[in-house]
C-alpha cells in the first residue's frame, strides 16, 4: 500500500512539473526592444554635403605672346609682391623645320637676292666714278669760267652732272640696302631650327610679373616649354581670404537663405561657423558617382570666424557643410527610427505599462535623425525604435540590453 502511495505521488509530480514547463514555454514572453524617449530641446534643420574652399579672388599669371617660357624660379606657397616679384620668363622660340620645296624655293631665292646685291654693289660703284668724274669737269669749267674762256651754259651744265649724280649716287646706295635687307631676310628664314640662335640675354626676354600680392596657389607651367599666347602659367592669391563653396542640390538649394547660419566641419580641424553669402540663380547638370544626372546650384559662404580659427585650411580643401534652414530651442522631438506609416499618417508605438501602444502623431519639420512632435505624444514618453512587423498594438516588450 505504502509502495503503491509513494508511485502516485511521484508520478503526480512529474505531471505536474511536465505541465508547468509547458505552461512556462507557451507563456507569451515580452519581446526585446529598442526604446528611446521622447525629449524636449533645441532642434535644427540643415542641409548637409561636401563642399571645398577657394580663396576668394585667384588671378592667373597667363603667357602674352606665342614663345619659349623658362623653367620658372618659384614654387607653390611662396610668397609675391605686386608689380616686383618675377613668376615667369618668357624668350622668342627657335625657328621651325622647313620642307624640301619650301628650302629649295629659299635657296633659289637666296641666289637671286646675292645677285641682286652684287647688281647694286656694281650700280654704286659705276655712279660713284661718274659722279668722280663730273667733279673734275665741274672743277675745270670753273677755272675756264674765271678767265672767261668758257660760256656761261657749259658750266650750269657741268654743275647739273654733279648734281645728278649725286643724287643717282644716293638713290643706288639706298637700293643696295634694300637688296641687302631682302637678302638677309631670306637667309633668316633658312636658319637651321638645331642651331637654336634665339636669344638668351635679358634684353630679348619677357619678365612676367606678379599682378597682386599674395601666395603662389598652384603653377601650370613649371617646366620649360613653347606656350601658345593665353596659355595659363601660375595661380596667384591671397590665402586669408577664404572662402566655401558647396554644389546643392536644386531641391536643397531653394530653401537657403542669403545669411542663414553655416556649421563648417570635417576639415580635420574644430567646426568653423560661416554665413551664406550668395545662392546662384542658375543651376548646372553634374553627374554623380553612380552616373546619375543632377542638378546643382553653386552656393558661397563667408567664414564668419577670424583667421586663426582656420589658420591650417588652404586652397581647394575639402569641408563638410551643414546649412541651417530652421531652429528651435525648445521643441518636442523624437527620432526618425521611430517612426513609421499606419492608416496614411504617422505613428509610434508608445511603451505604458510594458505593452507597446499604436499610437497617431503630428509630425512637424524633421531632419535625418529626428522630428518636431506637434501633437500625440509628450515628454518622456517611451517609444520602440525600429519597429519590425513582429510588433503589434498590445504585444509585450521589454527593453533589449546592452552587452
Given at each position: 500500500m505504502r509502495g503503491s502511495w509513494l508511485k502516485r505521488a511521484v508520478t503526480s509530480l512529474f505531471l505536474a512539473l511536465a505541465i508547468a514547463g509547458a505552461l512556462w514555454f507557451a507563456w507569451p514572453r515580452p519581446l526585446p526592444v529598442d526604446l528611446a524617449t521622447v525629449v524636449q530641446g533645441p532642434m535644427e534643420v540643415t542641409v548637409e554635403d561636401e563642399g571645398k574652399t577657394r580663396v576668394r579672388h585667384v588671378y592667373t599669371v597667363s603667357a602674352p605672346i606665342t614663345g619659349r617660357v623658362l623653367r620658372t624660379p618659384r614654387h607653390v606657397g611662396d610668397p609675391v609682391v605686386a608689380d616686383g616679384t618675377v613668376v615667369a620668363v618668357m624668350q622668342a622660340t627657335a625657328p621651325g623645320f622647313l620642307d624640301v620645296r619650301s628650302r629649295e624655293e629659299l635657296q633659289a631665292a637666296l641666289g637671286a637676292a646675292d645677285a641682286a646685291v652684287g647688281f647694286a654693289e656694281h650700280e654704286v660703284q659705276r655712279i660713284e666714278a661718274a659722279l668722280e668724274f663730273a667733279q673734275g669737269e665741274l672743277e675745270r669749267a670753273?677755272?675756264?669760267?674765271?678767265?672767261?674762256?668758257?660760256?656761261?651754259?657749259?658750266?650750269?651744265?657741268?654743275?647739273?652732272?654733279?648734281?645728278?649724280?649725286?643724287?643717282?649716287?644716293?638713290?643706288?646706295?639706298?637700293?643696295?640696302?634694300?637688296?641687302?635687307?631682302?637678302?638677309?631676310?631670306?637667309?633668316?628664314?633658312?636658319?637651321?631650327?638645331?642651331?637654336?640662335?634665339?636669344?638668351?640675354?635679358?634684353?630679348?626676354?619677357?619678365?612676367?610679373?606678379?599682378?597682386?600680392?599674395?601666395?603662389?596657389?598652384?603653377?601650370?607651367?613649371?617646366?620649360?616649354?613653347?606656350?601658345?599666347?593665353?596659355?595659363?602659367?601660375?595661380?596667384?592669391?591671397?590665402?586669408?581670404?577664404?572662402?566655401?563653396?558647396?554644389?546643392?542640390?536644386?531641391?536643397?538649394?531653394?530653401?537657403?537663405?542669403?545669411?542663414?547660419?553655416?556649421?563648417?566641419?570635417?576639415?580635420?580641424?574644430?567646426?568653423?561657423?560661416?554665413?551664406?553669402?550668395?545662392?546662384?540663380?542658375?543651376?548646372?547638370?553634374?553627374?554623380?558617382?553612380?552616373?546619375?544626372?543632377?542638378?546643382?546650384?553653386?552656393?558661397?559662404?563667408?567664414?564668419?570666424?577670424?583667421?586663426?580659427?582656420?589658420?591650417?585650411?588652404?586652397?581647394?580643401?575639402?569641408?563638410?557643410?551643414?546649412?541651417?534652414l530652421w531652429r528651435a530651442e525648445d521643441a518636442l522631438t523624437v527620432p526618425v527610427a521611430a517612426l513609421f506609416r499606419g492608416a496614411g499618417d504617422w505613428a509610434v508605438f508608445?511603451?505604458?505599462?510594458?505593452?507597446?501602444?499604436?499610437?497617431?502623431?503630428?509630425?512637424?519639420?524633421?531632419?535625418?535623425?529626428?522630428?518636431?512632435?506637434?501633437?500625440?505624444?509628450?515628454?518622456?514618453?517611451?517609444?520602440?525604435?525600429?519597429?519590425?512587423?513582429?510588433?503589434?498594438?498590445?504585444?509585450?516588450?521589454?527593453?533589449?540590453?546592452?552587452?
Open positions: 670753273l677755272a675756264l669760267a674765271r678767265r672767261d674762256v668758257i660760256a656761261t651754259k657749259a658750266l650750269d651744265k657741268a654743275r647739273v652732272d654733279v648734281e645728278t649724280n649725286g643724287h643717282a649716287l644716293a638713290s643706288a646706295k639706298a637700293q643696295l640696302a634694300v637688296r641687302r635687307g631682302e637678302r638677309a631676310s631670306i637667309a633668316a628664314r633658312l636658319i637651321d631650327p638645331s642651331t637654336d640662335s634665339a636669344p638668351t640675354d635679358v634684353a630679348w626676354s619677357i619678365q612676367l610679373r606678379a599682378p597682386v600680392s599674395g601666395r603662389i596657389l598652384e603653377i601650370h607651367q613649371e617646366s620649360e616649354a613653347v606656350v601658345l599666347a593665353g596659355t595659363p602659367l601660375i595661380d596667384i592669391g591671397d590665402p586669408h581670404e577664404l572662402e566655401v563653396v558647396v554644389d546643392l542640390l536644386s531641391t536643397d538649394a531653394v530653401q537657403v537663405e542669403v545669411g542663414a547660419w553655416v556649421r563648417i566641419d570635417g576639415w580635420g580641424g574644430s567646426s568653423i561657423e560661416g554665413r551664406v553669402s550668395r545662392v546662384d540663380p542658375a543651376g548646372f547638370t553634374k553627374v554623380s558617382a553612380l552616373g546619375i544626372e543632377e542638378q546643382r546650384v553653386h552656393t558661397i559662404i563667408d567664414l564668419a570666424e577670424p583667421p586663426e580659427a582656420w589658420s591650417r585650411l588652404g586652397h581647394d580643401f575639402r569641408v563638410i557643410v551643414h546649412i541651417s508608445a511603451v505604458r505599462d510594458g505593452r507597446a501602444r499604436t499610437t497617431i502623431v503630428e509630425i512637424g519639420r524633421r531632419n535625418n535623425r529626428t522630428a518636431e512632435v506637434l501633437g500625440g505624444l509628450s515628454a518622456g514618453d517611451r517609444l520602440v525604435l525600429h519597429p519590425s512587423d513582429r510588433i503589434t498594438d498590445g504585444i509585450a516588450v521589454t527593453e533589449r540590453m546592452i552587452r
